[in-house]
Each structure stands twice: as structure tokens, then as C-alpha cells.
């Protein structure tokens, strides 16, 4: 694949976040891994109500089974070298006078993005997954009806591409995006 390129110049800690899977499967510890839960809790949202909230389970505790047997076989077969995993979900309406608030995922994705973005400057692996069972997550992990699960999160440490299965090698590397001009709009579609 080629070189990630902008049409315009941003921030190199934007263009730099990919999503390796390569993880050495040590541990984490909370020094390393709360920064990047304090950076999701300074993202904007509608009335400030910051609907976000954020389930993890360290590699070798009690909890990371339940989070681990959530995800399907395929983000298993990387996903176990994880040092933590994450379950992000969002509340449905505001909680002062519980009327549906329409940006809930919007704001969970921006705080996801602050998450993200800080584990890339400190180096970690944060990897999103879809790839998971959302109605068991509900079940096996208590969350009230009153939350949307929104997507998991594999945050570890880095290893080299080498340590990952033949076909996933081929996937390690940063991809490209949809043209400027196809996302960006002036005045209607
Ligand atoms: C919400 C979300 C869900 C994702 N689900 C999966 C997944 O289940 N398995 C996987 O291997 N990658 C998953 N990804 C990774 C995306 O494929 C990746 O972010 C995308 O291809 C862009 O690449 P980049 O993050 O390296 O820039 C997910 C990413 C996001 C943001």
C-alpha cells in the first residue's frame, strides 16, 4: 500500500493513529492505561452531558474472560495478545430529564477518537472492533437498558509484524482514505 498522504497539512499525531494488531500480550498497568481514559473524558458533547462510558477488563484478571468470549473467533485470533479490553457505550438520553439525546454515539465516537489518539502518542496498540456480540455484552456485563453498546477496543503494547499470522501480515500497515472531494461537500450532497 502506499504512503499515507493529506491534500492538506494537519497534525502529524492525526495522520500517524492506525490500528496495528501486532501485541506482545504483556501487561498493562493502570499508569499507562488511564491516561487514555482521561483523554476520552475531555471530548466535547451536546450539553456537556459526556454520555461515554467505558467497561475494561487488564489480561489476566477475572474479568478479562467475559470481555475476551464477546469478540468473534477472527478478532480473537489477535486480540488475545491485548493487554486490555474495552467495551464503550453511551446513554441514550440526557440524565437530567432523560429525553432521547441525539448525539449519544457522535459524542461516544469523538471521546473513542481522544482514547485512540493518546494511546498512539504513548505509543500503545488501540484497535476498534465492531466484530463482537452486542447482545451478550448487555447480558454478561449488567450494563443498564438505559445504555447503547457502541463497539470494543484492544489497547496493548507493540510488537512487531513478525508476530502475527502469515495473512494478517499482509493487513499490518496503515490504510488509505476515501478522496477529499468525496467527503467534503459545499452547500447540499
Ligand atoms: C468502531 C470500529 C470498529 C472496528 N471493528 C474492527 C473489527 O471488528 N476488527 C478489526 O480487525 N478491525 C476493526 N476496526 C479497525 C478498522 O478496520 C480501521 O480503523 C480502519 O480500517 C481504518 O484503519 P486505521 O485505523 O489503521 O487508520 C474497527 C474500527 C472502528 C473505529
Redesign the pocket.
Known amino acids: 500500500m502506499s504512503e499515507r498522504k493529506t491534500k492538506y497539512p494537519i497534525h502529524p499525531m492525526i495522520l500517524n493513529r ?2 496495528p ?1 501486532a501485541m506482545t500480550g504483556e501487561a498493562m498497568t493502570n499508569e499507562e492505561l488511564f491516561p487514555l481514559f482521561e483523554a476520552a473524558r475531555w471530548a466535547p458533547s451536546s450539553y456537556n452531558a459526556q454520555p461515554w462510558r467505558f467497561i475494561y477488563a487488564h489480561r489476566e484478571t477475572e474479568h478479562w474472560n467475559a470481555l475476551f468470549n464477546l469478540l468473534i473467533e477472527f ?1 480473537q485470533s489477535w486480540a488475545k495478545d491485548a493487554s486490555v479490553l474495552v467495551v464503550v457505550i453511551s446513554r441514550l438520553a440526557f440524565e437530567k430529564n432523560n429525553k432521547p439525546a441525539p448525539t449519544h454515539s457522535f459524542d461516544t465516537g469523538a471521546a473513542w477518537e481522544n482514547l485512540a489518539l493518546q494511546g498512539s502518542i504513548s505509543g500503545f496498540v488501540v ?5 463482537f456480540d452486542y447482545e451478550r455484552s448487555k447480558k454478561d456485563l449488567k450494563i443498564p437498558d438505559e445504555y447503547q453498546v457502541e ?1 470494543m477496543v484492544a489497547i496493548g503494547k507493540k510488537a512487531s509484524k513478525e508476530s502475527l499470522p502469515a495473512e494478517l501480515q499482509l493487513k499490518e500497515e ?2 488509505l482514505r476515501k478522496e477529499f472531494e468525496e467527503i467534503v461537500m459545499e452547500g447540499h450532497f
Open positions: 492506525w490500528s494488531r478478532n484497535h476498534g472492533m465492531q466484530g463497539a496503515p490504510s
